[in-house]
């Protein structure tokens, strides 16, 4: 059967934060949906190897480095007319309240609230996204579930969230759709090595129902929807992919 809704061929999709984890999977998987794939990130070589891992010939890499307002503005420059942009990248970091510090929150806020939002306005500014495109913001549970040590990086994502709604009330007229997916912790390198234990780390799981952590790919399919006509009608919305973290808290 020829049969797939959530079909992407034909479009053209940028996705930020495509050297590793969510973001190369993500452009994996939608480069086998028939996607077009604009891959940006800081990390040339990284960036290369995702390009090597696409289904399809028609991709392209443009490094940038999305807390600098004029690579946003060169990154966009360069890119193409857009079906679809996926603000992917961001930072984390755990630290007490007590501890943190302007320039971490700087960070952390340019990083993961500031840079989509400016990448967003540019791509509005220069005419780089098409009618009837999805524009789809990579939030966290942490943006609702609060947790000892993410004060920080969980603030970041509800402002991005928030952020995601008044683009689909704005951008509605121009039939642009917005909406955010919320991961919960996921299966990456980064968890790994962190300030938290291993110990921990099991301990942690046993906050979610389904009894693990996602994978990058179930991450992806999600964005995958909601970049796809399948999506169609959805606008405004926060999709939890969680494991179930959500109704433990």
């Known amino acids: 059967m020829d049969y797939n809704p959530y079909t992407l061929s034909g479009k053209t999709i ?4 495509a050297s590793s984890g969510i973001g190369r999977v993500t452009s994996i998987e939608i480069s086998k949906l028939g996607a ?32 600098n307002e004029d690579d946003i503005q060169n990154l966009v420059n360069q890119c193409p007319s857009i079906d679809g942009l996926v603000n992917n990248a961001g930072i984390s970091t755990s630290k007490p309240i007590a501890f943190y510090t302007t320039k971490e929150i700087d960070k952390i806020f340019g990083a993961n609230t500031f840079a989509p939002m ?9 005419k780089k996204i098409n009618e009837g495109a999805s ?17 920080i990086y969980g603030s970041s994502k509800a402002a991005l969230t928030a952020y ?6 704005e951008l509605a007229a121009k039939g642009i759709r917005a909406n955010a997916v919320h991961p919960g912790m996921v299966e990456t390198k980064l968890i790994h090595g962190r300030a938290i234990s291993e110990e921990d780390l099991i301990e942690d799981v046993k906050n979610y129902p389904l009894g693990r952590y996602g994978k990058p790919k179930e991450i992806a399919l999600a964005i995958a929807f909601l970049l796809s006509d399948a999506s169609a009608w959805t606008t405004g919305v926060s999709l939890f992919v969680d494991g179930g973290y959500k109704l433990m808290k």
């Open 14 to 17: 940028l996705i930020t934060g």
């Open 118 to 126: 400016l990448l967003t306005r540019w791509i509005l500014r220069k």
């Open 164 to 169: 995601m709604k008044y683009c689909a009330k």
């Open 36 to 67: 077009n794939v604009v891959l940006t990130a800081r990390n040339k070589e990284r960036l290369k190897e995702t390009l090597t891992m696409l289904t399809g010939t028609n991709h392209r890499m443009i490094t940038a480095d999305l807390i």
């Open 135 to 151: 524009i789809v913001f990579i939030s966290s549970v942490a943006s609702i579930c609060s947790s000892i040590g993410n004060g």
